[in-house]
C-alpha cells in the first residue's frame, strides 16, 4: 500500500460515547478466496515468507477482536466490487459446534453507511489541519482507486484509551517511530486525517 489511513471514530452523548476503529489501504485488495483465509485463525498466504509480517493469520483478528466483539473486513480489486466478510465473537459464542464456521464472503456494490460517514466526515480529534480521504460520499468512489481493504471495528469497548483524542495521540507517536523506515521511503500513513511524520 502507499496509503494508510487509521480512524478512531468518537460518536454519541457523553457517558454514553462509542469508538469505532477503521483501517484502510490502497493495497492489492484481496480475491474472495484469499478473504476468506485471511478471515479465519491460523489463515495466512504468507508461511515461510521471512519478508514481511503476517505469517502466521492470528495477529490482524486477535488484535480487532480483542478491543471489540465485532470485526468487519472488505476488499476490492477492481472499483465497486466490494466482498465483505464478517467475524462476530456473539455469534461464535452462540453456536454449540466445536467448529468456527465461516460465511462466504458477501458482494455489494456499495460500502456501509457508517464505514462511508467515517471516511468522508471530520474527526472529532484533531480539530483541525485534517486532510480527508474524501469531502463527501460521491467523491470517495474515485478516491478508493482499483484495489484496497478496510478493516472495520464498530464499537470497541475495551480499548487503552477511553477518548479519541488519547487515541489518536498514542497512535500516532508509536506508529511514526515503528513506521519511520517506511513513512521516510514515501509511505503515507494518516491518524484521524493527521499526517503522521516520521520519529526516531
Given at each position: 500500500a502507499g496509503e494508510v489511513r487509521v480512524?478512531?471514530?468518537e460518536s454519541g452523548k457523553?457517558?454514553?460515547?462509542?469508538?469505532?476503529?477503521l483501517v484502510i489501504d490502497d493495497g492489492v485488495g484481496m480475491a474472495p478466496n484469499v478473504l476468506r483465509a485471511a478471515t479465519a485463525f491460523g489463515g495466512s498466504m504468507c508461511f515461510d515468507n521471512r519478508a514481511g509480517i503476517g505469517r502466521y493469520g492470528i495477529g490482524m483478528k486477535g488484535a480487532a477482536l480483542s478491543m471489540g466483539q465485532v470485526l468487519q473486513i472488505i476488499s476490492w480489486q477492481e472499483p465497486r466490487a466490494f466482498y465483505s466478510m464478517d467475524l462476530d465473537i456473539k455469534a461464535f459464542g452462540d453456536d454449540r459446534s466445536n467448529v468456527v464456521n465461516l460465511p462466504a464472503p458477501?458482494?455489494?456494490d456499495v460500502l456501509p453507511r457508517e464505514v462511508v460517514d467515517i471516511?468522508?466526515?471530520a474527526m472529532a480529534f484533531p480539530r483541525n489541519e485534517q486532510e480527508r480521504l474524501a469531502e463527501a460520499p460521491s467523491q470517495l468512489s474515485d478516491r478508493l482507486g482499483q484495489s484496497g481493504t478496510i478493516i472495520y471495528a464498530p464499537d470497541c469497548d475495551r480499548l487503552t484509551y477511553r477518548t479519541s483524542k488519547a487515541l489518536a495521540?498514542?497512535?500516532?507517536?508509536e506508529m511514526a517511530r515503528v513506521y519511520r523506515r517506511h513513512l521516510a521511503r514515501g509511505l503515507k500513513l494518516f491518524v484521524n486525517n493527521r499526517r503522521v511524520e516520521p520519529f526516531d
Open positions: 480512524y478512531f471514530n457523553k457517558g454514553q460515547k462509542r469508538i469505532d476503529v458477501t458482494f455489494e471516511l468522508t466526515a495521540d498514542h497512535a500516532t507517536k
